[in-house]
């Protein structure tokens, strides 16, 4: 008997009858309710979280110019992301499960957004309220939506505030640059003003040199003149001499002549003297910097001094003319004698004057030098203090100049460019290599893995694993293992054709390969049978208890929702040891379009499955080919 002989009478066992044949048909659609029904009830539930209640509470009152509440609220009433209800009070509903969450928008949202202009920044606090009794999805879901409410309230108001600092930039370059023209003016003037006392320190240094050598003429002048008055105190005493002389010596007119013409001569003297101190005072005084004017009332009033002694000089020599003329006038010469005697206080006083004025012209001059001396220290701090101006306004005016260029001064396009990048630095380009077109596309290669498997399961539930007949025929071990698998094997199909074509066309999950998709589900459902036909072969009852515990540790292992990697360590050898990892790793590939050299070694682990199942099976029949009580009545059946 061939093992498709074995196999036909098997399907022809379980299809004797109306009822055998409405089990069947139940084996086959038992694939399709587990995975199209959970599939369509999955399929986009993110498309329907408009029907989600949510509550939100707007309690903001805004602040100047900015209503950030308002926005918020308008922004998620418009985007119908969930079913919104604005309320005033969301927390009995939340407790109570009439909203899934709420979410509130406190008095200060907006007065704390812009707290930063008032220089007392704080956080603007948005509220978010759950209850995980309603649904804990619901609340994750929630988190994200309040996170990218909260991003995009944080890109605007961070994007607001970079534009109010890039237009303070610009306001601060506009004024920098008036301030650094200022400070080019001022350069300017102070490098001038540089200058100028530069040549007011020299022009004082000169009039330091003039007044110096003015109070040294001064002091000169001074000596002389008191040297002229030590020299004319005693002539009253010598003219009075003269007189009495003359009084006396009336014969000697020759010798009173003679003695008359010495005194001329001493007078011609003094007038020169007088003459010669007047010339020398007026070039003094013309190069100690004194007008015209002032020399001519200055020798005016040294005339007007002297002029006592330019008469007595005149006389003098009119007398000595006399008693040289009229040697015999001794009465003539004893009368100009006592003149002259009479007259020479007044000339003493005068060199007494003038001497007094030389000595207040030599103090003046020495208080001038001094003077001098002190504004020439003067001027030189002040060209010290100059100069510093001017390296310092040059430097100012050099760093307002250069930190111009160096302050932003972007046009509106640009600023707001810069804005929007400085607010919002980080943009997610999406660059999907493959995906998955929904959520239940997402989860349909766990589930089609898990339905193929429990169809495998359900199979046995009816079929016999070995034919009786065979095994007391002797048939080899091989081929009653084969005629064994067959029947469960084109049941299989039939469930996969079944399931994949409802998938496909009725709740519409297009595979990106489809006939790929369709073979590998196929290959599936031969290994899993395969499988299950081995422990209900080899175990019996207890067979179909180990195929529930296989399932049991191969959804907790395959990685189906969350990636396998996130499952406890311990667990790793379950995920890289069971088939179903790889059954769902190969369908994902090939629905979402992966790499088929990948789905090439998932194939190879299940047909390496295959074989390993249909040995184990070979030999289970081989040991069954001898008959035992244990056999013959089994202590449980199932």
Same mark, same amino acid.
């Given at each position: 008997m061939s093992a498709l002989r074995m196999a036909f009478n098997e399907l022809r066992r379980i299809t004797s009858g109306k009822l055998p044949k409405l089990a069947?048909?139940?084996?086959a659609l038992v694939p399709l309710l587990y995975a199209s029904l959970y599939l369509y009830a999955n399929k986009d539930p993110y498309a329907n979280l408009d029907n989600v209640p949510a509550a939100l509470v707007v309690k903001d009152k805004g602040a100047k110019d900015v209503n950030a509440g308002k926005e918020v609220s308008d922004e998620l009433l418009n985007g119908r992301k969930f079913n919104w209800k604005v309320v005033d009070d969301a927390d009995e509903g939340v407790r109570k499960g009439q909203y899934v969450f709420a979410l509130t928008l406190p008095e200060d949202f907006s007065e704390a957004l812009t707290s930063a202009e008032q220089n007392k920044p704080r956080q603007g606090v948005l509220t978010l309220t759950t209850n995980d009794a309603n649904n804990y999805l619901g609340s994750t879901i929630a988190n994200q939506v309040v996170s990218e409410v909260r991003r995009a309230v944080t890109a605007k108001v961070s994007t607001e505030a970079a534009d109010k600092l890039l237009l303070g930039f610009s306001t601060i370059r506009q004024e920098t640059t008036k301030a650094a023209d200022g400070a080019t003016k001022l350069a300017d003037g102070a490098a001038q003003l540089r200058n100028g006392v530069n040549d007011l320190d020299s022009g004082q240094r000169q009039l330091l040199d003039g007044a110096t050598q003015?109070?040294?003429?001064?002091?000169?002048?001074?000596?002389?003149?008191?040297?002229?008055?030590?020299?004319?105190?005693? @002539?009253?005493?010598?003219?009075?001499?003269?007189?009495?002389?003359?009084r006396q010596v009336a014969n000697g007119n020759e010798t009173a002549a003679t003695q008359a013409e010495e005194y001329a001569k001493k007078a011609q003297a003094l007038v020169g003297v007088l003459d010669q101190a007047d010339g020398d005072i007026a070039t003094r005084l013309r190069a100690l910097g004194f007008t015209e004017d002032q020399v001519q009332r200055v020798l005016t009033t040294i005339g007007?001094?002297?002029?006592?002694?330019?008469?007595?000089?005149?006389?003098?020599q009119g007398a000595a003319?006399?008693?040289r003329k009229l040697s015999n006038g001794a009465d003539q010469v004893a009368d100009g004698?006592?003149?002259?005697?009479?007259?020479?206080?007044?000339?003493?006083?005068?060199?007494?004057?003038?001497?007094?004025?030389?000595?207040?012209?030599?103090?003046?001059?020495?208080?001038?030098?001094?003077?001098?001396?002190?504004?020439?220290?003067?001027?030189?701090?002040?060209?010290?203090?100059a100069n510093q101006?001017?390296?310092?306004s040059a430097q100012l005016r050099d760093g307002l100049t250069g930190g111009v260029d160096k302050i932003p001064n972007a046009d509106d396009p640009t600023r707001a460019a810069i804005a929007q990048a400085i607010g919002d630095p980080v943009a997610v380009r999406g660059l999907s290599q493959t995906k998955a077109a929904t959520y239940g596309a997402g989860l349909a290669p766990f589930f089609l893995g898990l339905a193929t498997w429990i169809g495998a399961f359900v199979l046995f539930l009816l079929l016999r694993p070995l034919s009786r007949r065979a095994l007391a025929a002797g048939q080899s071990a091989l081929r009653v293992a084969l005629g064994g698998w067959l029947p469960g094997a084109l049941l299989g199909i039939v469930q996969?054709?079944?399931?994949?074509?409802?998938?496909?066309?009725?709740?519409?999950?297009?595979?990106?390969?489809?006939?790929?998709?369709?073979?590998?589900?196929?290959?599936?459902?031969?290994?899993?049978?395969?499988?299950?036909?081995?422990?209900?072969?080899?175990?019996?009852?207890?067979?179909?208890?180990?195929?529930?515990?296989? @399932?049991?540790?191969?959804?907790?292992?395959?990685?189906?929702?969350?990636?396998?990697?996130?499952?406890?360590?311990p667990l790793y050898?379950?995920?890289?040891? @069971?088939?179903?990892?790889?059954?769902?790793?190969?369908?994902?590939?090939?629905?979402?379009?992966?790499?088929?050299?990948?789905?090439?070694?998932?194939?190879?682990?299940?047909?390496?499955?295959?074989?390993?199942?249909?040995?184990?099976?070979?030999?289970?029949?081989?040991?069954?080919?001898?008959?035992?009580?244990?056999?013959?009545?089994?202590?449980?059946? @199932?």
């Open positions: 069947v048909l139940a084996l003015a109070a040294n003429g001064a002091v000169q002048l001074r000596d002389g003149t008191h040297q002229l008055r030590s020299q004319t105190s005693v @002539l009253p005493d010598s003219t009075r001499q003269l007189a009495g002389g003359a007007q001094v002297r002029k006592p002694v330019d008469d007595a000089n005149g006389k003098v003319g006399d008693l004698a006592e003149l002259l005697a009479s007259k020479m206080p007044a000339l003493v006083d005068g060199v007494g004057k003038l001497d007094e004025g030389a000595t207040k012209l030599a103090d003046g001059t020495a208080q001038l030098r001094d003077g001098e001396q002190k504004a020439v220290d003067g001027t030189t701090k002040l060209k010290d203090g101006l001017a390296d310092g996969v054709l079944v399931m994949f074509t409802v998938v496909r066309f009725v709740v519409d999950i297009e595979p990106s390969n489809p006939l790929g998709t369709f073979g590998f589900l196929v290959l599936m459902s031969l290994t899993f049978v395969a499988i299950l036909h081995a422990l209900n072969a080899a175990f019996g009852a207890v067979g179909k208890f180990l195929g529930l515990i296989l @399932l049991i540790l191969q959804l907790v292992s395959a990685g189906g929702t969350f990636p396998w990697q996130t499952i406890p360590v050898p379950l995920h890289y040891g @069971l088939p179903m990892g790889y059954a769902v790793d190969g369908l994902r590939h090939l629905m979402y379009g992966g790499d088929l050299g990948i789905v090439g070694h998932d194939a190879l682990i299940l047909l390496a499955w295959l074989v390993g199942a249909l040995a184990l099976t070979s030999v289970a029949a081989y040991r069954q080919r001898v008959w035992t009580v244990s056999k013959l009545k089994p202590e449980l059946v @199932l």
